[in-house]
């Protein structure tokens, strides 16, 4: 869960709106425009020009990494996408889609349509194949490919991961470039020519890690 921890981690320290686009160095805003083209479906990415955003931004402190968040609609559901250099988390405000108020047999379907709506067709061609569980609840995790590693991925549609968390549908897709062995530094995004002082590391985010090993 450290991705989702850096998050409300960034949350308690705020965002800052963005007026304009000052505040993103010009190759993070090509990242980030670039991975809303690859994840997406046609319109419903938040760098569409019809669609009103409200765009906010996190820079990395000794706690938390860069963020990106987007807050927007899409048909009838309520987006705030988080985006990381190495992910873009999706959340479903409980408000437009509450999945568990929904009676346990609709609950697949619906998840499924929602992420059929927000996708690039190029991830749910023929359908989305999540590995659900017998019961979606609280907490609940599932994935379409759960026994890839993210740091394997030879393209960001082999695993699209999901869940439901405080209530809320969340979807978490990775930008996994094929020519590149892991994932990018996460604390040196949207300051060009600056870093924070942090070793950048890996955590699957819906598992909490176990206790670290000793080095000899």
């Not at 993070?28 to 083209?37: D, I, K, V």
């Not at 740091?151 to 897709?173: C, M, N, P, S, T």
């Not at 600056?194 to 000899?216: A, L, M, T, V, W």
């Amino acid at each position: 869960m450290k991705w989702l921890d850096d998050i409300e981690t960034a949350q308690s320290e705020g965002f800052d709106d963005l007026d304009g686009r000052v505040d993103v160095p010009g190759q993070a805003l090509a990242e980030s425009r670039h991975w809303a083209r690859t994840l997406f479906a046609q319109g419903k990415s938040p760098y569409d020009a019809a669609r009103p955003v409200r765009r906010l931004v996190h820079h990395a402190t000794k706690a938390a990494p860069d963020f990106l968040r987007h807050e927007y609609d899409v048909d009838d559901l309520h987006l705030s996408i988080v985006e990381g250099r190495s992910f873009v988390l999706v959340i479903v405000s409980r408000g437009s889609l509450d999945v568990l108020a929904l009676p346990e047999n609709e609950r697949v379907g619906a998840i499924t349509r929602v992420a059929a709506t927000l996708f690039h067709p190029v991830c749910v061609s023929g359908g989305i194949c999540f590995r659900f569980p017998e019961r979606i609840e609280e907490g609940t995790f599932f994935s379409t490919n759960p026994d890839l590693d993210p740091r394997l991925l030879g393209a960001w549609q082999d695993r699209l991961d999901a869940g439901i968390r405080g209530g809320e549908l969340v979807f978490l897709a990775y930008k996994r470039l094929p020519w590149m062995a892991g994932f990018a530094d996460p604390f040196a995004w949207l300051r060009e020519g600056e870093r924070i002082d942090r070793k950048p590391r890996f955590r699957f985010p819906f598992r909490r890690s176990g206790p670290k090993r000793k080095h000899r």
